[in-house]
């Protein structure tokens, strides 16, 4: 696994040749670029682990966590999820 930030995708965004997805980012939704990952389908609920815009990796609730997890180690504080929810 390499190094970024786990997201949550909401929803594939219309209009971009199935490249871009709204992805749910500790409360915030971002446009995220989901072409790095060839021949995977994504839908709402998948995790994927974003760098620089782009998802590099797709994952299971367990990685998005050993991700934020690692984040933490480096001395990333966790923020608070704006609807409340945990985060992984």
């Given at each position: ?12 965004l ?31 609920g998948?995790?994927?682990v ?39």
């Amino acid at each position: 696994m390499c190094l970024g930030i786990p997201g949550r995708v909401v929803r594939m965004l219309e209009g971009y040749g199935g490249q871009l997805a709204l992805v749910d980012v500790e409360g915030r939704e971002r446009k995220v670029n989901v072409g790095m990952l060839e021949d995977t389908v994504l839908a709402s609920g998948d995790w994927v682990v974003i760098h620089m815009g782009f998802a590099v990796e797709r994952v299971d609730a367990d990685g998005a966590a050993r991700a934020m997890a690692g984040l933490e180690m480096m001395g990333r504080p966790r923020e608070p999820r704006a609807d409340g929810g945990a985060s992984p």
